[in-house]
């Protein structure tokens, strides 16, 4: 389509600021960007929307259009929402650099041009294809009876023979088509997820091709549709939040119409992300509310109001829930300042997900606030029942990183880390404050350990490693240091595996027989190995302090 026809449609409420003369210009495709420099995200002939929140004086617009104009954009296209009036040094710069550019009301939401942009130009440049794009289209704002993007995906299927699946960051399967044979494995979907997040992280342009198993997929980001004053200015903003779109299919290989066509369908489904995500937003209040409380040492009373509100919206149909957990979560970036507070939320709402639910709708029962870079859960519990030994189930540190430990990983790179700790259960308002402390700490004794993706759990709490975290590192250097470097020194000069020996005899609780067995040694061998640690150390392993001193050293080493 011609940049010509965006004035011809009124409902797109465009006002021309500058390039009268470029009208003819062709336009490939749409996208939202605030971003300071988007140019790794455009291919060329892009109508770029923009709510200018990347302006932060007037001596940005001249670099940004520049940016624009060397990737080949078609025009420009700023909304008045964020400051009113265009302002002059914008209209400026596109007029230096020969660019197009356009208001937009602030009555009209940026969603409504992707739309009619994504569905013109399938129109016009991918023939029948139009016709799937535009039934996409016509399924995804019809409500809740158009199927989502389960329907799209099976439109993929039938009309253009693509198997094709919609992941979350973390590869649980939000929707994948009925007519594209057998479901990923839950494997195949984090490996997919890591391999999206490691291409997004180091800046590549999608789709990113990836052989797995034999097979070669293709993956599309699925950004935001465009709440421009929100948009992100860093990558790190968005990666562990976005959905990705996988096609099994080797899209370095398809024409133009084609790989325009697939964008339009991310556009599509990015539409109903958004609206998903829109629905959070009383559950986010409600466990906002309920925090605040919380943390101001409002009467239990007044909690437990507020948590008879919550429960009927995350538990509908089940009453008051009889429990509550507590998760706390926190993502922190290493360099540059990073909002992670809001980054930290949206993934918990995603972790908190059973990794074997399909579709967004298990994140219905999940109500997540966020204050400063911690993000805050209160998830509740149905059926929680007791065992055997008295201790209560419920979500446990380990399982709820588990599944999500190798994409999530990918996504953090080498400057990012993900902590969570997990609270026990407790059955009533006044548990609740305890409970949100329980998992704060757990979270610091997660902080403590090595790894990108840490957890821990309550039931921690009640053994030494919850005094581990807290050792000034001067002091824990030193004692380490002291207890551990002679033998580190001696396996280096001689490979006598003294430190792998002296973790096994603790592990064995100091059996010989058992110890040797394992490392598959004679008796007598341990023997010599035990000795020349307590000769190294100056310290008798057959008594219970020297025992202790050295397994504390290993933990904090």
């Known amino acids: 389509m011609r940049l010509r026809a965006l004035l011809d449609t009124d409902a797109l409420g465009l006002r021309l600021l500058g390039g009268e003369d470029e009208l003819d210009r062709a336009v490939r495709g749409v996208m939202t960007t605030d971003l300071r420099d988007p140019s790794r995200y455009l291919s060329g002939g892009e109508l770029v929307l923009t709510g200018l929140a990347w302006r932060r004086d007037a001596a940005d617009s001249e670099p940004f259009v520049r940016i624009l104009v060397q990737a080949g954009v078609a025009a420009l296209a700023a909304g008045e929402a964020e400051l009113g009036d265009v302002p002059d040094d914008l209209v400026l710069a596109c007029a230096k650099h020969r660019l197009p550019l356009f208001a937009v009301h602030e009555s009209v939401a940026f969603a409504t041009i992707t739309e009619h942009v994504v569905r013109q130009v399938s129109g016009e440049r991918a023939g029948d294809l139009a016709a799937v794009v535009d039934r996409h289209r016509r399924m995804m704002t019809s409500g809740p009876a158009g ?101 099994e299919a080797d899209a370095g290989d398809w024409p133009g119409e084609r790989l325009d066509l697939l964008q339009g369908v991310t556009q599509l489904i990015a539409v109903e992300r958004d609206r998903r995500d829109a629905a959070r937003t009383v559950r986010r209040r409600l466990a906002q509310e309920v925090l605040e409380l919380v943390q101001t040492g409002a009467a239990p009373a007044e909690i437990a109001a507020r948590l008879r509100v919550a429960a009927p919206v995350l538990l509908p149909g089940l009453g008051a829930a009889p429990h509550w957990q507590v998760v706390v979560a926190r993502v922190e970036w290493e360099g540059e300042e990073v909002d992670g507070g809001p980054v930290a939320q949206s993934l918990l709402e995603e972790v908190l997900v059973d990794p074997l639910a399909t579709g967004p709708e298990p994140s219905d029962r999940i109500a997540v606030a966020h204050t400063g870079d911690e993000a805050i859960a209160l998830v509740p519990l149905p059926a929680v029942t007791a065992e055997h030994d008295g201790s209560e189930t419920g979500l446990l540190a380990d399982a709820l990183l588990r599944s999500v430990r190798e994409p999530l990983s990918a996504g953090l790179d080498d400057d990012g880390r993900l902590t969570l700790g997990v609270s026990a259960a407790v059955h009533s308002a006044e548990g609740l404050r305890g409970a949100l402390e329980e998992a704060r700490h757990a979270r610091r004794v997660a902080a403590a350990r090595t790894g990108r993706v840490c957890a821990a759990g309550h039931q921690e709490l009640a053994s030494h490693v919850l005094l581990l975290p807290f050792v000034p590192d001067d002091v824990r250097r030193a004692f380490t240091a002291r207890l551990l470097d002679p033998l580190k020194d001696y396996d280096r000069r001689h490979r006598a595996e003294l430190i792998p020996t002296l973790e096994a005899f603790l592990d064995c609780d100091g059996s010989w027989t058992r110890c040797a067995t394992r490392l598959h040694l004679h008796v007598n061998t341990l023997r010599y190995r035990v000795g020349r640690i307590e000769q190294l150390t100056g310290r008798d392993l057959s008594r219970l302090e020297d025992k202790l001193d050295f397994f504390l050293a290993l933990r904090m080493s």
Request: aromatic share 4%; glycine share 10%.
């Open 147 to 247: 199927g989502g993007p389960d329907v799209v995906l099976d439109l993929l299927g039938s009309d253009l023979d693509l198997r094709a699946w919609v992941l979350s960051p973390t590869g649980r399967l939000i929707a994948g088509s009925k007519v594209a044979g057998p479901a990923l494995p839950a494997e195949s979907c984090a490996k997919l997820a890591a391999e999206h997040l490691a291409a997004t992280r180091t800046g590549r342009r999608g789709p990113y091709r990836v052989q797995l198993h034999g097979t070669t997929y293709s993956l599309f980001p699925i950004r935001s549709s465009g709440r421009s004053p929100q948009a992100a200015r860093d990558v790190r903003e968005t990666v562990l939040s976005d959905w990705l779109l996988a096609v």
